[in-house]
């Protein structure tokens, strides 16, 4: 029997109340604001405006983008500048170093590292990841570390050696349904982010694989809940689903803002499909609420 929803709420019209957040401001805000910049490194929180800095940062979760703030990839919905042959630079061999004192000095209990993508690279930026992963052992050995990884190209021998250098959680976004996927991400493949995912599984079964979706890029509900049915089948263990929102003029429309029933209609059809978490909400990205993936009992 179909699911009776209450309707999306269409664009065109401000913004719901249930997109809207206060502004941050808390002690552990600014000082995590004064280490990354004296550190110089990129935060996705702050380069998206991401609206839960002032949540996550509280909790001491962070999430670091590394190998520079240029991408090789046109993706649609997203803002980070592109990078060319002319434009983007060698990676820096200090940067793992410098985030593993970062994630030291803030006392994060959880840190998300995530990239820009560096098709320009051999390996694809795996080495980098691993020597960062590395690095925040060495300095902060409790800390559990998330990988939010881009699709490698599909190269095995990339993922490995990631993985080699021992992750909790291993994040690969699919970002939107198959069918948008020429519109949102071109240069990028559904069934080769998927395979990642459950090739990562096979690498390594201890790690926790986790994906995530944008609603309101003009998909269905039952699109949504067969991508579910699709991670499940490669074995991912977390999933987020979030509201996507134009970063500016440049990106996609949003063509619908789901409301907040929708979000937990989402949930619960993810708890049924055997999620070990499922955090789906209108103000979730990929990284939010991350702290509890590693630390709670599953739903
Ligand atoms: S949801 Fe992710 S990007 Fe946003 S503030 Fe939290 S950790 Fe940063």
Redesign the pocket.
Known sequence: MPIELPRQQRTGQPKPTWLKVRAPGSPEFLETKDVVKSLKLH???EE?R????G???SHR???FMIMGDLCTRRCHFCSVKKGDSETLSPLDPFEPDRVGIAVRDLGLKHV?ITSVDRDDVADNGALHFAKTVRAIHTHSPQCKIELLIPDLRGEQRDLRTILDSRVDVLNHNIETVPRLYKKVRPYAGYIRSLSILSMAKEIDPNVLTKSGIMVGLGETHEEVLRVMDDMRYHGIDIMTIGQYLRPSEKQLPVRAYVTPEEFKSYEVEGIKRGFKFIESGPLV????H?WKHTVEQPV
């Open positions: 935060t996705v929180c998206a991401c609206p839960n800095i949540e996550c940062w979760t962070a999430t998300v990205r990929s990284s939010y991350a």
